[in-house]
């Protein structure tokens, strides 16, 4: 409409309320903005083999639990910090490099009573999400392939800490942005077809898994 054909008196007062209709479609995009949900931001992780330390504790002959270790794995996860979700998590163990202090025993270990790691050089936790428990913990349903058969396997973890590493350095190089996460979780040996002295009570069935690492963000 052309303001300067109306008589001098109505066309100052088109022009307010043109300005406060403007201004009022203004407020209320910014108010949608801000109300809108926001944008996932998630990132992709790579767990840090300098900083991964993959435990276990079984009972031998009721008088202690064995306290073993794997020191070889890899493993990576998507996160995203903003929602807490988690997906597409992967974790390979190399059974050959199990180590209980005693070489011995190590060896039977990896033979067939045990991890039988000639033939099944891996095992593989994998999960699809997770369920947030806490604010800072979460439920990882996933399942665990060990000896050729999956089983379900619930892990416990906590989120630690998210945050540029002051000390630099990683295999990425640089200073990388570290998420740290502590999980626990447990299985029965048998139920993948491991059932060497079961029976007798010599060696425990339940297997406690301690999971430390800090992962890297790519």
Known sequence: MNTSMLPSSIGPLLRRQATRLAGAALLAVAAFT???????????????????SIGFLVEHVGYQKILGMFRAAKGSYTFDEATAQLSDVRIEVD??????????????????????????????????????????????????????????LVLQATWNKSAESPMGGGFLGGKPYVMGVSARGSFKRSAYGMNYAVANGWVGDEVALIIEFEAIRK
Do not use: C, W
């Open 34 to 52: 801000a109300a809108a949900p926001a944008q996932a931001q998630s990132a992709r992780y790579e767990l840090d083999p300098e900083h991964l």
């Open 95 to 152: 059974t050959a490099s199990v180590f209980s202090n005693h070489k011995k025993r190590d060896d039977h270990l990896k033979g067939p009573d045990f991890l039988n790691s000639s033939e099944f050089p891996n095992m593989v936790f994998t999960a699809t999400g997770a369920k947030k428990t806490g604010e800072r913990t979460f439920e990882i349903a996933g399942q665990l392939e060990l000896l050729g058969r999956k089983q379900p």
